[in-house]
């Protein structure tokens, strides 16, 4: 079975760091891609961050460019989201995600396969 153990959340002043880390089993990184997704308190789910890393393509949102990077490491099966200069409009809880392709997409109907969520918390 596909499971997707999303990590690394926590309650951080703004202008501080975080790395999420997202453990898969059931598959390997070779063409899938694996997303990040926030959902925050009465708003829609949103795109974060996605990487397809056999084909070495990433996408980011406009919202985090420049603070966020994100970065698989195939050997554990795991990517990372680190977050740089937290805003406290980054919190949220965030998801990973996998799609069964080698290709970013931001839209979460794009995605097969979701872990349950962690607690970003970054107070002002």
């Known amino acids: 079975d596909v499971q997707l153990q999303a990590s690394g959340g926590g309650l951080v002043q703004a202008g501080r760091s975080l790395r999420l880390s997202c453990a898969a089993s059931?598959?390997?990184?070779?063409?899938?891609?694996v997303g990040w997704f926030r959902q925050a308190p009465g708003k829609e789910r949103e795109g974060v961050s996605c990487i397809s890393s056999s084909v070495g393509r990433t996408y980011f949102a406009d919202s985090v460019k420049g603070r966020f990077t994100i970065s698989s490491d195939n050997a554990k099966n795991t990517v990372y989201l680190q977050m740089n200069t937290l805003k406290p409009e980054d919190t949220a809880v965030y998801y990973c995600?996998?799609?069964?392709?080698?290709?970013?997409?931001?839209?979460?109907?794009?995605?097969?396969?979701w872990g349950q969520g962690t607690q970003v918390t970054v107070s002002s």
């Open positions: 995600a996998s799609r069964m392709l080698a290709a970013p997409k931001r839209s979460e109907t794009a995605y097969d396969y």
């Open positions: 059931g598959f390997t990184f070779d063409d899938y891609t």
